[in-house]
């Protein structure tokens, strides 16, 4: 879809449909998202698919079960979880994913996840800004990609973190490139905590 082959788009997105809807069927009461890029994404089938008389309602069907493995806690869930914790004593800094924040309008979930887990988290100065990897962009601007990736690392690494985390695997792979700070999925840095 990124790469406006918007034919071939859609039919992967009348795939996944297909592929789900016997759970939905079933009464599954969400998708759970752990890389925020495809959770935007499939979050918007009910905009892609909206012409399509076979799959318009199953789309948006579809995109209002999508959740982001962070919105899936509660306070008792995290209790729990935090019962089974070994405290944190990694600093981290969470780099908030342009698809979790804008596309989503998530910002803040994680952090707060996180700091309700007990990671220590420096502020991350302009935290809005991209990372430069957005889908395709760093191969298609990449100088400009570049520089918001250099940018991104300077605000991300200002609190001298022992490992950066964040919520989309384009991110972490595009800002792991470029720094020795450990970059992970939160989930990863949460799951080597339990005991």
Not at 13 to 18: G, K
Not at 83 to 103: D, E, N, W, Y
């Amino acid at each position: 879809h990124h790469m406006t082959a918007t034919s071939e788009a859609r039919a992967l997105l009348r795939n996944n449909i297909d592929c789900w809807w016997p759970y939905v069927e079933r009464g599954i009461e969400a998708i759970v998202i752990n890389a925020s890029g495809c959770g935007a994404m499939i979050r918007e089938y009910g905009n892609l698919l909206c012409d399509d008389p076979d799959y318009a309602k199953k789309a948006r069907c579809i995109s209002g079960k999508v959740r982001d493995i962070a919105e899936m806690f509660s306070d008792a869930d995290l209790d729990r979880l935090k019962s089974i914790m070994q405290p944190s004593r990694k600093a981290v800094t969470f780099h908030s994913p342009c698809s979790l924040q804008h596309g989503q309008k998530l910002a803040g979930v994680t952090e707060t996840l996180l700091a309700k887990l007990g990671f220590p988290q420096a502020r991350v100065p302009n935290a809005h800004i991209c990372c430069g990897s957005a889908g395709v962009y760093s191969l298609l601007q990449g100088k400009l990609a570049e520089k918001l990736q250099a940018d991104k690392l300077s605000a991300l690494t200002s609190g001298d973190p022992e490992v950066i985390v964040t919520s989309n695997i384009g991110c972490q792979i595009y800002l792991q490139q470029a720094t020795t700070v450990p970059v992970r999925h939160w989930v990863e840095v949460v799951d080597e905590l339990i005991a």
